[in-house]
């Protein structure tokens, strides 16, 4: 799932804790939120799949559940 295709996965910032996604055609992402970079590979996915679209609606649904 690390290979040339483009997969959408959410992770959780190791700094924040606030979820963000990651496109895992590249090596590292930045936490929109406190700008901490992290390597993708090795953190702990909490969604993936395809689409964008779809992760964006993951991080949401997730979201809510937290706030529960």
Known sequence: SWGLNR???V???KRCNNLLLGD???RTRACPH???RMV??????LARTEFSQDAV???QELKKR???
Not at 40 to 45: E, I
């Open 11 to 13: 992770v959780s910032c």
């Open 34 to 36: 406190c700008g901490l």
């Open 24 to 26: 895992t055609r590249h």
């Open 66 to 68: 937290d706030v529960k």
């Open 7 to 9: 997969l959408y996965v």
């Open 57 to 59: 609606a993951m991080i």
């Open 40 to 45: 993708l590979r090795g953190q702990k996915v």
